[in-house]
């Protein structure tokens, strides 16, 4: 079975600084990750994701994730945080191709002050 | 981009009442999967379809049944409905050449009084 952990229900930064999500997941097989954000009120949009190959995957706006097997992590980061970065990050895992369900985490909120 | 489309995307209803919910999925996309996420909660799977048959079941009551057709569009129908049924209802496509990577809809909000 998959799972998957997200430290830290609000996380809060100012603009211009490192954003870090972290994510930790539990798979019995070699795990398909996966970031999405959720603006208020609208549905999820994928950022990036890690399925074979490079462990550093980036995304859109600026994200990327490394995927670190021995830690069973992929945490998110963005360098310089933006005002238009504040939303629901969820993480989720799929246990590798296929039409399996995807197993998310309980998400991450991100607050951006200026 | 051609994107999964539902339909409604609000919706009010009673309890005990039916509702039925549409997904559109992007052309060519096979594999149709529901959520429900509730308010403040992470999106939890319901069911899936793969060429017009279930592939997986989730946490779906027995009060909801869900089915793809030969368009590939999908309905889910939610009867008896509950006053914890309140929740947003996503939609995710998958095309058959990608490594899961599910498009997301844009949700159907479901509020029952």
């Known amino acids: 079975a998959q799972s998957v952990t997200q430290l830290g229900s609000h996380v809060s930064v100012s603009e211009g600084a490192l954003v870090l999500l972290r994510c930790n997941y539990s798979?019995?097989?070699?795990?398909?990750l996966f970031w999405y954000v959720q603006y208020p009120n609208q549905g999820l949009q994928l950022l990036l994701k890690?399925?074979?190959?490079?462990?550093l995957v980036k995304g859109i706006n600026g994200f990327e994730a490394e995927f670190k097997k021995s830690e069973t992590s992929f945490h998110l980061t963005k360098p310089s945080a933006h005002m238009s970065d504040a939303a629901e990050y969820f993480c989720?895992?799929?246990?590798?191709?296929?039409?399996?369900?995807?197993?998310f985490g309980t998400g991450t909120r991100l607050l951006v002050s200026p | 981009a051609a994107g999964v489309i539902q339909s409604p995307r609000h919706l009010i209803k009673e309890k005990r009442e039916t509702a039925t919910l549409k997904c559109y999925p992007i052309?060519?996309?096979?594999?149709v999967y529901w959520y429900q996420q509730g308010p403040g909660q992470d999106p939890q799977f319901l069911i899936s379809?793969?060429?017009?048959?279930?592939?997986d079941k989730g946490s779906i009551p027995d009060r909801f049944s869900a089915q793809q057709f030969s368009d590939y569009h999908s309905e889910l129908n939610m009867s008896s409905l509950e006053l914890g049924d309140s929740a947003l209802y996503f939609c995710?496509?998958?095309?058959?050449?990608?490594?899961?990577?599910?498009?997301f809809g844009p949700g159907t909000r479901l509020t029952v009084l």
């Open positions: 995710a496509s998958k095309d058959p050449s990608s490594y899961n990577e599910q498009f």
């Open positions: 798979s019995s097989v070699p795990p398909y």
């Open positions: 890690y399925t074979t190959g490079a462990t």
């Open positions: 989720a895992v799929a246990p590798g191709p296929g039409f399996q369900k995807l197993v």
């Open positions: 052309p060519r996309h096979d594999t």
């Open positions: 379809f793969y060429e017009k048959m279930q592939s």
